[in-house]
């Protein structure tokens, strides 16, 4: 699977390290990302999911349902052709 959060989009960032005589060589930022299982009750199952860690506080905050609808919707509305 590819590192990348299920409900945010997360995904690395790519940058450079520069060195003291400014040499620049690539680098990669990763999300912190955390496997875990989270109870939707609107399905009555745990799903298991990639989340970066301000998904999972956002999900602590707001609940599963309301962020995993929310997450369907970026979803369908990035899959539109034509946007």
Do not use: D
Not at 22 to 45: A, C, D, S, Y
């Amino acid at each position: 699977m590819a590192n990348r959060c299920e409900i945010t989009g997360k995904g690395p960032l790519v940058g450079h390290n520069v060195s003291h005589s400014m040499r620049h060589t690539k680098r990669r930022q990763l999300p912190n990302l955390q496997t875990k299982r989270i109870w939707v009750p609107e399905e009555g199952r745990w799903v298991r999911m990639k989340l970066s860690t301000t998904a999972i506080k956002a999900i602590s905050r707001n609940g599963a349902g309301p962020m995993l609808a929310k997450a369907k919707k970026r979803a369908a509305t990035a899959r539109k052709p034509g946007s």
